[in-house]
């Protein structure tokens, strides 16, 4: 008796169709432990403004006076410089319409560039928070080991202080763009009916945990499909700088580079107030319905006070930027967020959108959970894969009431008996 081969299903793929679900198998496992690092930090990065807040509350809100007038930014500056021991400088400084925010003093100097590790490529990073009516330090952080500034960075470069980490996350992503699209075709119902509506829209959260796992996998990464994507379009345009050059020319629709305006102070001219005072108070007149004014000292030389008026309470897109000699406090400059075109808009947009402060905080919640949803889609397609390794083959004979018939003396029947109804 010879044995019946097994039952071979027909498929009706085109062969691209097989290359990309091929690639699709096997880019998502050699990507997979990259694409659930960034969709875990990522998730974890989110609201990190909203719990350092809630934890560190009474030094980030402070109390209004009856009359609230701030102190002198000089004076608030010295105070914070000496909570660092006098020996780190102000770099920059983040004041605030809202009454009741402290403002924030941040001090950063880059250590070894070719340490390999992230620890040691930068010197010291701080934080001082200070009330801007009564001159107090409400807090200093170290932000070189602050938890949110660490996840920050693990996302960025996974710690590392080399080209090869950005190479890295940068290509992962890349095929992440792959595989979400693809996965988007592997998706597509045929038809809509009824079942396979329910198969292609809804998780079948009572059936077996194989199914519910298949259904995340692919209900689930549909739904996010479209915001995933935005998050790692806006991550490759960080990773390379030839995709950020496209995104600049197709936004801009033009390879010119945007135009740099050098403006120089003049130590010739120098007054008996405080330069720094009078600027940022310019800045306060002239930013009258901006919610935050963020002030870069100048450094010596010819460099130039630099005050900028963002446009909402979070995000960094849209702002215009002032230019005061340091000597004199005179105002030299002022840049537009209307003078830029559609390729500095766009890229100015980046962070904001890669974080989903664009649409505030319905915004930061999708990006919350198509992140969270991102992280596991490696971990249920690395299981649905496991699944299908694991399938029981099929046996080579069937039990059939015509063909097999388990009795001692049928077995020796004519083998034609058998031949009628093989499977072919």
Same mark, same amino acid.
């Given at each position: 008796?010879?044995?019946?081969?097994?039952?071979?299903?027909?498929?009706?793929? &085109?062969?691209?169709?097989? *290359?990309?679900?091929? !690639?699709?198998?096997?880019?998502? +496992? =050699?990507?997979? %432990? #990259?694409?659930?690092?960034?969709?875990?930090?990522?998730?974890?990065?989110?609201?990190?403004?909203?719990?350092?807040?809630?934890?560190?509350?009474?030094?980030?809100?402070?109390?209004?006076?009856?009359?609230?007038?701030?102190?002198?930014?000089?004076?608030?500056?010295?105070?914070?410089?000496?909570?660092?021991?006098?020996?780190?400088?102000?770099?920059?400084?983040?004041?605030?319409?809202?009454?009741?925010?402290?403002?924030?003093?941040?001090?950063?100097?880059?250590?070894?560039?070719?340490?390999?590790?992230?620890?040691?490529?930068?010197?010291?990073?701080?934080?001082?928070?200070?009330?801007?009516?009564?001159?107090?330090?409400?807090?200093?952080?170290?932000?070189?080991?602050?938890?949110? &500034?660490?996840?920050?960075? *693990?996302?960025?470069? !996974?710690?590392?202080?080399?080209? +090869? =980490?950005?190479? %890295? #996350?940068?290509?992962?992503?890349?095929?992440?763009?792959?595989?979400?699209?693809?996965?988007?075709?592997?998706?597509?119902?045929?038809?809509?009916?009824?079942?396979?509506?329910?198969?292609?829209?809804?998780?079948?959260?009572?059936?077996?945990?194989?199914?519910?796992?298949?259904?995340?996998?692919?209900?689930?990464?549909?739904?996010?499909?479209?915001?995933?994507?935005?998050?790692?379009?806006?991550?490759?345009?960080?990773?390379?700088?030839?995709?950020?050059?496209?995104?600049?020319?197709?936004?801009?629709?033009?390879?010119?580079?945007?135009?740099?305006?050098?403006?120089?102070?003049?130590?010739?001219?120098?007054?008996?107030?405080?330069?720094?005072?009078?600027?940022?108070?310019?800045?306060?007149?002239?930013?009258?319905?901006?919610?935050?004014?963020?002030?870069?000292?100048?450094?010596?030389?010819?460099?130039?006070?630099?005050?900028?008026?963002?446009?909402?309470?979070?995000?960094?897109?849209?702002?215009?930027?002032?230019?005061?000699?340091?000597?004199?406090?005179?105002?030299?400059?002022?840049?537009?967020?209307?003078?830029?075109?559609?390729?500095?808009?766009?890229?100015?947009?980046?962070?904001?959108?890669?974080?989903?402060?664009?649409?505030?905080?319905?915004?930061?919640?999708?990006?919350?959970?198509?992140?969270?949803?991102?992280?596991?889609?490696?971990?249920?397609?690395?299981?649905?894969?496991?699944?299908?390794?694991?399938?029981?083959?099929?046996?080579?004979?069937?039990?059939?009431?015509?063909?097999?018939?388990?009795?001692?003396?049928?077995?020796?029947?004519?083998?034609?008996?058998?031949?009628?109804?093989?499977?072919?």
């Amino acid at each position: 008796m010879s044995p019946t081969k097994p039952v071979q299903k027909k498929t009706n793929k &085109s062969q691209i169709r097989r *290359i990309s679900d091929w !690639l699709h198998l096997w880019l998502g +496992i =050699a990507s997979g %432990l #990259i694409v659930l690092m960034l969709g875990v930090t990522g998730c974890m990065y989110v609201f990190q403004k909203e719990i350092t807040e809630l934890i560190h509350r009474k030094a980030y809100f402070v109390d209004v006076p009856s009359n609230p007038k701030t102190l002198p930014l000089s004076l608030l500056q010295t105070n914070a410089e000496k909570a660092l021991g006098n020996k780190k400088k102000i770099g920059f400084i983040s004041t605030y319409r809202m009454p009741e925010r402290a403002w924030e003093f941040s001090t950063y100097k880059a250590g070894n560039p070719k340490a390999f590790w992230y620890f040691d490529s930068v010197d010291y990073y701080d934080l001082v928070l200070v009330n801007p009516y009564t001159g107090k330090v409400t807090l200093v952080a170290d932000y070189k080991y602050e938890f949110f &500034s660490v996840v920050k960075m *693990i996302h960025w470069s !996974l710690l590392i202080n080399h080209p +090869i =980490a950005q190479q %890295l #996350i940068g290509w992962s992503t890349f095929i992440f763009v792959f595989l979400l699209i693809s996965g988007m075709v592997m998706w597509w119902p045929k038809n809509l009916k009824k079942s396979n509506f329910d198969k292609s829209f809804k998780v079948k959260w009572k059936a077996k945990f194989k199914r519910i796992n298949y259904d995340m996998h692919n209900v689930l990464g549909f739904y996010v499909m479209i915001i995933c994507l935005m998050l790692a379009l806006t991550g490759l345009v960080w990773a390379f700088q030839w995709f950020q050059q496209i995104v600049y020319v197709v936004a801009a629709g033009t390879t010119a580079p945007p135009k740099v305006v050098e403006i120089k102070s003049d130590s010739t001219k120098t007054i008996k107030a405080v330069p720094f005072d009078i600027a940022f108070d310019q800045a306060k007149n002239i930013f009258k319905n901006e919610d935050r004014i963020g002030v870069s000292p100048a450094g010596g030389g010819t460099a130039t006070i630099n005050a900028t008026g963002y446009r909402g309470e979070e995000t960094y897109w849209d702002y215009d930027i002032l230019q005061f000699d340091q000597y004199s406090g005179k105002l030299l400059h002022r840049t537009n967020q209307s003078e830029k075109n559609g390729g500095e808009t766009l890229i100015g947009m980046n962070y904001d959108i890669h974080v989903g402060a664009i649409l505030g905080l319905p915004g930061k919640i999708m990006a919350f959970f198509a992140s969270l949803i991102a992280a596991s889609l490696p971990i249920t397609g690395f299981i649905i894969w496991l699944g299908k390794g694991k399938k029981k083959k099929i046996p080579q004979r069937r039990k059939n009431k015509h063909t097999l018939i388990h009795n001692k003396h049928e077995i020796f029947k004519p083998n034609f008996s058998i031949n009628r109804f093989n499977y072919p």
